[in-house]
């Protein structure tokens, strides 16, 4: 993964946990965090990682 920030969305994908996923996703946009790159570098990352 190349952006850091995006290592808390990983893990709470990956553990099930909606709520707080969600709130991450909320506090990345707050910090400018493109939507693109939430989908790509967390939300994707975190689906090849439970296909394994």
Known sequence: MSDPSLNLLVEYLVDGDR????NEVINLL??????EK?????VEVAM?????
């Open 19 to 22: 709520k707080r996923s969600l």
């Open 48 to 52: 090849k990682r439970l296909e394994t």
């Open 30 to 35: 707050d910090s400018h965090v493109e939507r």
């Open 38 to 42: 939430i989908v790509t570098e967390g």
